[in-house]
């Protein structure tokens, strides 16, 4: 399971545990402490996150946050401002965006950041900035079938989500809170439960009932995994609670992604507030990712019901509407169209050539080792051969020392065997270096006993000849990029293949696919 971090998230200048301890977390995982995840950025969603707040969010407030001014209107939130600020917002925007295209595409994934579920479209409040929970639901919307979920387990209720949906349709927000802060009446088929701050039974009551209220056809499930219900809740609790949403959660077969919302050090070490979270990543990472089939539903909610419950517990439960399913018409499975780019292919008989442009994946110029593995591992997920040939090109910038651009050669080539690693340097340095491999091969009379298809993985125009002269040559032609965006037209049209998306691993042609 891949979850999203960078350094990013933790920009700002102010000293709160809960705007930095993403970054102790993230040590923990890169240390092992939680096998099986892995830690991806999520540079290539840092424009689509600006986008979003200022869709989400007032345009004074976005400023605001930008540029520090008006000041009371800039820490709003309840920190000093600091140019940091904007920076987390952005980041940690991008991470939460960056997990809802993985989970629609793996089934899994999380952020280490972005529960800021008090922030309103006209201010913060709370500690909160920007509502990442509600850029990923708007975001979620167009990209899967059926009711987008957000599941709110954070101390305290969401009242800036609540606001910022405010005739959002597409949308179901489930709110089980410990603390009546940022409360607010629910509207439609939201609910909103304040469970006695220290039952422990009564809380994982209401956990199942809230649940159950998740739709059989619900498209996405964002989880608010706020561990501030601690001290009050014990710690073995809420464990379970991570346990019981996971399990819950696999078993219905619908995409999920948590984000880490509040969690403080209310007398405990942070140490002990690292543990707090690594249930959540815990839970999911040792639950069964199933490949995920998108589910048409043919028949939505018929009919409503209002009430207002107060239970022997202390517990409040307010719901405007509650919907019952008609039971007459099942669901309908739908699969994807396969997907060519992540077909199984063995050995030579199906080899297929790559041109792979490092800085135009996510990447950048002069890619450390840790971005090198990072790409590495988000471009293995279309599957490599035996039979495959690699050529690579990043651009060294001059000056630097000739022995780090080395460094860098050589760890390509250690990761990916049967890679031609090329540094260049200048405007499309890499570019040029690549062209002249695929001449190199075009004018072979072997190509097409070689490789019965290509890869891309660049979306510069610059390439648009190169891919016309393949396909000519009998190749199919896939193409790799990091965002849509970054593909030109002229390539785009050429391309008779997939069009595959990194790092979220989804192709636009076929939807998720099926990664090897």
Not at 3 to 24: M, P, W
Not at 281 to 304: D, E, H, M, W, Y
Request: glycine share 10%; net charge negative.
């Amino acid at each position: 399971m891949r979850i999203f971090y960078d350094e990013g998230y933790v920009a700002a200048a102010h000293q709160y545990e809960t705007t930095r301890k993403s970054a102790q977390i993230a040590a923990a995982i890169l240390g092992g402490r939680v096998p099986g995840v892995t830690i991806a950025e999520p540079a290539a969603f840092l424009d689509a996150a600006e986008r979003w707040i200022s869709v989400i969010h007032d345009a004074a407030y976005v400023k605001a946050l930008r540029t520090g001014e008006p000041e009371w209107l800039a820490e709003g939130n309840g920190f000093d401002w600091d140019p940091g600020i904007w920076t987390t917002a952005r980041h940690s925007t991008a991470g939460v965006l960056a997990s809802v295209e993985e989970a629609i595409a793996q089934g899994l994934s999380g952020s280490l950041s972005s529960g800021l579920h008090h922030a309103k479209p006209g201010a913060g409040q709370g500690n909160c900035t920007v509502n990442g929970l509600v850029v990923a639901a708007r975001h979620a919307i167009d990209l899967v079938d059926g009711p987008v979920v957000i599941l709110d387990v954070d101390a305290h209720c969401g009242g800036g989500t609540a606001q910022c949906l405010d005739g959002v349709p597409g949308v179901v927000h489930l709110d089980l809170s410990t603390s009546s802060f940022d409360e607010y009446e629910p509207m439609g088929d939201d609910c909103l439960v304040v469970v006695g701050r220290t039952d422990d039974d009564a809380y994982l009551k209401q956990l199942d009932l809230m649940l159950g209220r998740i739709p059989r056809e619900a498209g996405l499930v964002l989880i608010n995994a706020g561990m501030d219900p601690h001290p009050g809740i014990s710690v073995g609790t809420l464990a379970e609670r991570e346990r019981r949403i996971a399990a819950f959660l696999s078993k219905q077969e619908v995409p999920a992604t948590f984000v880490l919302a509040g969690g403080y050090l209310h007398g405990i070490t942070e140490a002990q507030l690292v543990d707090l979270h690594l249930h959540t990543v815990t839970a999911f990472a040792t639950t069964k990712s199933n490949r995920l089939s998108q589910a048409v539903p043919s028949g939505r909610a018929q009919g409503a019901n209002a009430f207002l419950v107060h239970d022997d517990a202390g517990t409040t439960m307010r719901t405007k509407m509650i919907a019952t399913t008609s039971a007459a018409t099942p669901l309908r499975q739908v699969p994807y169209e396969p997907c060519r780019i992540t077909r199984a292919r063995h050995g030579r008989d199906e080899a297929r050539l790559h041109i792979v442009d490092l800085d135009n994946l996510h990447c950048g110029p002069c890619p450390s080792d840790r971005m090198i593995d990072l790409v590495r591992s988000d471009y293995e997920r279309i599957g490599l051969s035996s039979g495959d040939l690699l050529f690579a090109a990043c651009n060294h910038v001059p000056g630097q020392s000739p022995c780090s651009a080395h460094s860098r050669s050589f760890h390509l080539r250690q990761s990916w065997p049967n890679c031609s690693m090329r540094l260049a340097q200048g405007p499309d340095g890499a570019d040029l270096e690549l062209l002249v491999d695929v001449d190199t091969f075009l004018g072979a009379d072997d190509l097409y006993s070689r490789f019965a298809e290509v890869t891309i993985g660049s979306g510069d125009h610059i390439f648009a000849p190169a891919a016309r002269r393949f396909r000519e040559a009998g190749l199919t032609v896939h193409v790799v990029v990091s965002l849509e965006t970054n593909l030109s037209q002229e390539l785009r049209a050429e391309v008779d293949g997939c069009i595959w998306l990194l790092p979220v691993g989804r192709c636009l042609r076929h939807g998720p696919g099926q990664a090897n």
